[in-house]
């Protein structure tokens, strides 16, 4: 695994966030708030512009599901 998170676009983690079993509670402006399958006293909350989201938000979202960075990118690993 490199040592750094690759970068993503809202609409790719968005893509990630519902695989891995989150659903899209509500939107308030631009920040998407989103349920949290793994912890569930946990939101996962990003703001959605164009560009790509910053490295320290995607580790903050893997950290706020309690995921490892392996799990997180395995396209094979889902929520149960």
Known sequence: MPSKYPVWSALKLDKRLRELGCKLI???????????????????????HTGDIPRGIVEEIIKDLGLTREQFYDPKFRHR
Do not use: D
């Open 26 to 48: 509500r939107k308030s402006g631009s920040h998407r708030h989103y349920s949290n399958p793994f912890q569930p006293e946990q939101l996962i909350t990003f703001a959605e």
